[in-house]
Nanobody, 118 residues
Framework: QVQLVESGGGLVQSGGSLTLSCAAS????????MGWYRQAPGKQRELVAT???????NYADSVKGRFTISRDNAKNTLYLQMNSLKPEDTAVYYC????????????WGQGTQVTVGS
């Protein structure tokens, strides 16, 4: 079992920046992948960015060049640096981890609200 606790959300003006953190309750170095997803009101949850145990990253087209995902294995923490925020980035952001020999374990955090004012 893994507990994930997100933090760093809040209200920011358009063009501003925020950094989200996701602290895991166990060592993350063995996780196959970690990622950030978001869900806006009335919409489905969507992928924002992922990072593998080897450091490979993947981003949604809508955030490429503005968001950066990173992980600190020593601190068991995942980050999402968000720059040049837009009102359409407003959503609840969720941390996700996946691990296991067959990627059979999948856990979610409780979410953190990001609101971008126009």
């Amino acid at each position: 079992q893994v507990q994930l606790v997100e933090s760093g959300g809040g209200l920011v003006q358009s063009g501003g920046s925020l950094t989200l953190s996701c602290a895991a309750s166990r060592r993350i170095f063995s996780f196959n992948a970690m990622g950030w997803y978001r869900q806006a009101p009335g919409k489905q949850r969507e992928l924002v960015a992922t990072i593998t145990s080897g450091g490979s990253t993947n981003y949604a087209d809508s955030v490429k060049g503005r968001f950066t995902i990173s992980r600190d294995n020593a601190k068991n923490t995942l980050y999402l640096q968000m720059n040049s925020l837009k009102p359409e980035d407003t959503a609840v952001y969720y941390c996700n981890v996946n691990f296991g020999d067959y990627a059979e374990y999948n856990y979610w955090g409780q979410g953190t609200q990001v609101t971008v004012g126009s």
